[in-house]
């Protein structure tokens, strides 16, 4: 479930956060990764494997699967975006359902409103009015970025 609204310029804004949101990495949906074979049931399990992924370590790949120990956050910035984009390309360009409502999202501003990720999401509540001001969101936006950039790329698959 996303909530459509406007922002402080009246421009079209969906807020999206929690397993009801099919924006959200949270949403489950079975896809796969024809280059890995792989199956995902959402899109957050694609990203935790990368994490695991980005770790040159034996001893610290064990690790994360109890706690997250001898994660680098350095390494995993400089190759999140890509996973993320992969990953919604994946989920999206598979599902005619939830391509058709991403895709129908149009030109609005789209925001995970995380209170708790400064990074992927806006770090304020959907409840909290700043939520609707771009101008006062304490977080990047990165996964509300990808996903507009991802949208954008779908658009012009269906257009050819």
Do not use: Y
Not at 5 to 22: A, Y
Not at 48 to 64: F, G, L, N, Y
Not at 71 to 90: A, E, I, N, P, Y
């Amino acid at each position: 479930m996303s909530f459509h609204t406007f922002d402080q310029n009246g421009k079209p804004l969906v807020l999206f956060f929690t397993v009801r949101s099919e924006l959200s990495n949270f949403f489950p949906c079975i896809f796969h990764d024809p280059n890995s074979g792989l199956r995902f049931n959402c899109n957050e399990q694609l990203n935790v494997m990368a994490v695991v992924m980005a770790c040159d370590s034996p001893r610290d790949q064990k690790e994360i699967g109890k706690r997250v120990v001898g994660f680098r956050q350095q390494k995993w910035d400089t190759v999140s975006r890509d996973v993320m984009k992969k990953g919604l390309l994946l989920k999206f360009g598979s599902n005619k359902r939830l391509k058709d409502i991403l895709v129908g999202t149009n030109e609005a501003i789209l925001a995970e409103p995380s209170p708790f990720d400064r990074r992927w999401g806006i770090g304020l509540d959907a409840a909290d009015p700043k939520a609707r001001d771009t101008r006062e969101w304490k977080g990047e936006n990165r996964l509300g970025a990808v996903l507009m950039e991802v949208r954008s790329m779908l658009r012009e698959v269906r257009h050819q």
